[in-house]
């Protein structure tokens, strides 16, 4: 049986390679086109149906999306302007309940999701290979990642909740 928590597969870190470095950036730069895409024509009704049973619905999806990739872009700014800096994690599962992610329409972070991934390619754009060495210790997986291992992680993590949606469209033949 299909593995609906994660239907493109789990993260699976490469070595570096411009190929793949330019991949994975298209990936970041085009995530917010792909998700309005994934979301376009959806009913309230539709937006509040959890993509599987347990799991968040399109609506929590969005914002925990927009959530997640600003919490990436500062993270790769502090890697970028600190010496191996500690970054935290946060209580996804709970921000997900919160009153922004409720009451406001996903339109708002499809927005901000255009706007961030504009000025996270800015900021990733020119890096050198030796700049996607820059490490971070991350406190959830309790170890130092690169920067590479971050861009991997978050070209995969836009295109795994989008093909969340885009398989509960196709099971539910929206």
Do not use: C
């Given at each position: 049986m299909h593995d609906l928590r994660y239907p493109i597969g789990n993260y699976d870190p490469q070595p570096f390679s411009e190929e793949l470095k330019n991949?994975?950036?298209?990936?970041?730069?085009?995530?917010?086109?792909?998700?309005?895409?994934?979301?376009?024509?959806?009913?309230?009704?539709?937006?509040?149906?959890?993509?599987?049973?347990?799991?968040?619905?399109?609506?929590?999806?969005?914002?925990?999306i927009a959530d997640s990739h600003i919490n990436a872009y500062v993270r790769f700014k502090l890697a970028l302007t600190e010496d191996n800096p500690a970054i935290k994690t946060y209580e996804e599962q709970l921000w997900a309940e919160l009153d922004d992610v409720k009451t406001l329409p996903i339109n708002i972070s499809i927005t901000l999701l255009y706007a961030l991934h504009r000025r996270w390619i800015a900021a990733l754009s020119d890096l050198k290979e030796d700049e996607w060495n820059r490490k971070?210790?991350?406190?959830?997986?309790?170890?130092?990642?690169?920067?590479?291992?971050?861009?991997?992680?978050?070209?995969?993590?836009?295109?795994?909740?989008?093909a969340h949606i885009n398989a509960l469209r196709e099971r539910m033949n929206w």
């Open positions: 991949k994975w950036l298209e990936d970041i730069e085009q995530l917010p086109e792909r998700l309005e895409y994934a979301i376009i024509n959806l009913d309230e009704a539709q937006l509040q149906t959890p993509y599987r049973d347990g799991g968040w619905t399109v609506h929590q999806l969005v914002h925990h971070m210790y991350h406190s959830g997986m309790k170890k130092e990642v690169t920067l590479w291992f971050m861009l991997g992680n978050y070209a995969w993590h836009g295109k795994h909740h989008t």
